[in-house]
Every structure is written in structure tokens, then in C-alpha cells.
């Protein structure tokens, strides 16, 4: 699906939004080809970095973990990972990443 998109934006390159929401744009697509790591080759081809934030994320929410467990995890995943491994550092640049596709929440008292 990721790659889908990917394409579809390579093939129709127009983008419109502030500076900013771009360079945010442009990092999330290439997050989308990079893999996880490089170790000769074994990381699995559907394993890049988006898809490894957005299944973290989505854990994270599903399991109601705080910012700091979070945090813990990611530090741990990051050793245990070949070096050179493009784990994000903590809950900020996992949110970072997809917040050019994250939904405004609007809440509205029932």
C-alpha cells in the first residue's frame, strides 16, 4: 500500500502545501523506500522505516503505553537492531515522520 502511494506521488510530482508540510512530505517518502537497516541485505523489503513507525505507533496506541515506555522500547529495539539502524529515537520523531498523513482529532462534547 505504502509503495502504492509512493509511486503514484513519483508519477504525478505536483505537492501543494506550506514550506514546512513539504520537507515533512518529502522525509515521510523516502522513510517509505529506506529499510529498517542494512545488514547485507536481510532486512525484509516491506520492513522501511515508515512501515516500522506506523505499526509502532499504532501498538502504542492500541496498548495505551505511555511516552516513556515508549521511549524504553524504542532504545531497546534501537541496540537490538544491526547498527546503523533507523529506529527513531523517541515518541517525538515517530510522530514526527507521519505527521504530514495524521488526522486532526476534533472532540466534540455528546
Request: aromatic letters at 12%; charged letters at 25%; a positive charge.
Amino acid at each position: 500500500m505504502i509503495e502504492g502511494l509512493v509511486s503514484h506521488i513519483d508519477k504525478y510530482d505536483v505537492v501543494y502545501g506550506p514550506p514546512k508540510w513539504l520537507e515533512n512530505f518529502r522525509e515521510m517518502k523516502q522513510a517509505a523506500l529506506d529499510p529498517l537497516y542494512k545488514d547485507g541485505g536481510n532486512c525484509p523489503k516491506e520492513c522501511t522505516v515508515l512501515w516500522f513507525n506506523l505499526h509502532m505507533l499504532m501498538m502504542k496506541a492500541r496498548h495505551g503505553w505511555s511516552d516513556t515506555s515508549f521511549n524504553d522500547l524504542l532504545s531497546y529495539l534501537a541496540t537490538t537492531y544491526p547498527t546503523g539502524n533507523k529506529v527513531p529515537t523517541n515518541t517525538y520523531r515517530a510522530k514526527k515522520l507521519i505527521r504530514p498523513v495524521a488526522m486532526k482529532l476534533r472532540k466534540f462534547d455528546a
